[in-house]
Every structure is written in structure tokens, then in C-alpha cells.
């Protein structure tokens, strides 16, 4: 998203700086004409000194480790790179007189029973990482309260198109049907597949995100942004193979704890932006897989991080129980 975004704001005509520690993307995928800092917001020192180097009127905050089913098993790590990360930006801003921060939280603020989710609603969440995002979206409120700096809090869901890191097994399940598909895998489902979500194609995000700093009536406010049309993972898993012309080969795996139904409302994202999703499903799979295809298949490390081994789904103690022995189940 974060590539996606920078490309954007620099065909509008603005100099960007891109802060990324690469262990969700591609220094490839930062457009050339951008500067490419390579580091994480964890770290204050750098952080610091990113902002007294240079000037800048806004931030567009995307960087996160977005992995919601893993995030019980990982809080700490969760907590340090999807909070702290955050109040680190959010300090620089304040101390440097930022106008406006653009922030990606997630519909995982929401939690369950809670159909279509409204911006109005009490959020609830259900796992580390939306209790993150929530606590972020908390902290730029008060934040304006005290020092008047700006903010825009965009919820985007399941995104997902060119550029992704397909090789990532704990999230983005696009990708990661791709990616199995590609290997001549079964692509893998956790439960019964019947979980529904709306898959929302990367040009459907990015340009009303980079509106928002210039639009009076978004700043300081929440919105959901992303596709209207909730598939089950089942709908899902066949409209991949298909655009990877080949047949659904599925292995369900014991269903893990997570959110049965989640997708939202955008009626406040029209009402302000006048804007709405235009790329279906298909259409949006259709690029995502030729740009796959022409790739390949990619590889990424086991995650080295796990905290907790208890209640994890059992096709996950396999892969990391070798690694974490040490860890009682």
C-alpha cells in the first residue's frame, strides 16, 4: 500500500520521503524519484533524526506488521511495532509542526457482531493488533486535543494487488493463494471457509487517501474505505484459481479464533470524498495474478518472534514449534 501511495502523491507533484524496513516489501517497489530510508519507526533515535534532517507537511502512516490471527501469539512484538511505532511518529510530528497525519488503522477495531460496521460504532476489537490500531486512532484524538496537529483515520479491509509481498504465510490471503497456487499447492483455509470479508483491490484505496490532508471535512474524522461486496473465503479461494486458470484445489485446516463476518459501511467515505470502490473482484484478481505470474514464486523466513504457543492453530505449532521448543503448549 505504502508503494502504491508514495507513486501517487509523487505524480501529484509532491517530494517524498519513504521510511520502510523492508520486512513486508521491496525496495523495488519504492518509486525511484521517492528517498528511501531504510529503518523502522521503532526506532527513536532514528525517527528523531529523520525529522530534523527535513521538512514535512504531512505523514502518511502505513507501516504496521498486519498480521491479525498471529498477533495473540506475538503481543509484545505486536505492541512495539503497531503502538510505540506510532507514538514515535506522532511525537516527531508534534515536536516539528506536522499539518496532518494520514493514519491506516483497520476494520479489526470493530470485533464481531457489528454488521455492517459504521464509523458510529463503540469498537470492540478481538485480537492484539486491532487493540493497536485502536489505541493509535485514540492517541492522534487527544493528540489534536493538546497540540492541534491534524489527523485523518482511514479503516481500509483485506487489500490487496500488484506489489504485494506474496511470499508472507500469515497474511494477505490473496497473496497467499497465489503464491500456493503457483507452487501446485492446495491453497489452505482456516475452518470452514464460510468466514466473510470484502476484498478491497490497492486503486481503490489510494487515491481518496491522498485527498484527505486537503479535504477540510476529513480531517479529524474515521473512515472505513474499501469494496462494498462481502465473498465467504470459499467464493474467494475459487475466483483466485480461476484467475490463475486453474481448478480450486482447497485444504481447510482447524479454524483458528477470529472475527466470523467482518465488512463495513462507507457511506461517510461518500458523503465526504464522493467516492466508492470501481474494480470488482475479478477484475482486480485478473491484475494481481498477471503481475504474479510474471514474478513467480517468492519465499519468505519463518517468523522467529512467537511469544506464546498455547491455543495456536495446529498447522502453526508445526511450523514453529522446532524454532520455540523452549515454549510450553
Request: glycine share 8%; proline share 4%.
Amino acid at each position: 500500500m505504502g508503494s502504491h501511495l508514495a507513486k501517487e502523491l509523487l505524480h501529484r507533484g509532491h517530494i517524498v520521503t519513504v521510511l520502510d524496513d523492508l520486512s513486508g516489501g521491496f525496495p523495488e517497489n519504492v518509486d525511484p524519484r521517492a528517498r528511501l530510508i531504510v529503518g523502522s519507526i521503532t526506532e527513536d533515535d532514528l525517527i528523531k533524526g529523520v525529522f530534523s534532517e527535513g521538512h514535512f507537511d504531512y505523514i502518511f502512516h502505513l507501516a504496521a506488521y498486519a498480521a491479525e490471527g498471529l498477533s495473540h501469539f506475538i503481543k509484545r512484538f505486536n505492541y512495539e511495532n503497531n503502538l510505540i511505532g506510532s507514538v514515535n511518529l506522532i511525537n516527531a510530528s508534534v515536536n516539528h509542526g506536522v499539518k496532518c497525519i494520514v493514519f491506516a488503522s483497520s476494520i479489526a477495531v470493530y470485533g464481531k457482531n457489528q454488521l455492517p460496521m459504521t464509523e458510529e460504532m463503540i469498537p470492540v476489537p478481538e485480537d492484539p493488533y486491532g487493540i493497536a490500531k485502536l489505541a493509535v486512532e485514540q492517541e492522534l484524538r487527544v493528540s489534536h486535543e493538546m497540540f492541534g496537529v491534524d489527523y485523518v483515520v482511514f479503516r481500509p479491509h483485506n487489500v490487496y494487488g500488484e506489489g504485494q509481498n506474496i511470499g508472507d504465510r500469515y497474511r494477505n490471503v490473496v497473496g497467499i493463494f497465489m503464491n500456493q497456487i503457483m507452487q501446485g499447492q492446495s491453497m489452505t483455509i482456516f475452518g470452514d471457509g464460510e468466514q466473510t470479508r470484502a476484498f478491497t483491490y490497492i486503486e481503490d484505496v489510494v487515491p481518496v487517501m491522498a485527498d484527505a490532508p486537503s479535504n477540510p471535512a476529513a480531517l479529524n474524522q474515521v473512515f472505513n474505505v474499501g469494496a462494498d461486496t462481502p465473498y465467504t473465503v470459499n467464493e474467494l479461494a475459487k475466483k483466485v484459481a480461476e484467475a490463475m486458470g486453474v481448478s480450486a484445489n482447497v485444504k481447510y485446516l482447524e479454524a483458528r479464533n477470529e472475527v466470523k463476518h467482518a465488512f463495513p459501511s462507507h457511506r461517510r467515505l461518500y458523503e465526504v470524498f464522493g467516492y466508492t470502490a470501481k474494480v470488482s473482484l475479478e477484475e482486480g484478481l485478473e491484475r494481481m495474478a498477471r503481475w504474479a505470474r510474471s514474478v513467480g514464486v517468492k519465499q519468505s523466513k519463518c517468523f522467529d518472534k512467537v511469544e506464546i504457543m498455547k491455543n495456536m492453530p495446529k498447522s502453526w505449532q508445526e511450523e514453529f514449534a522446532p524454532a520455540h521448543a523452549e515454549i510450553r503448549t
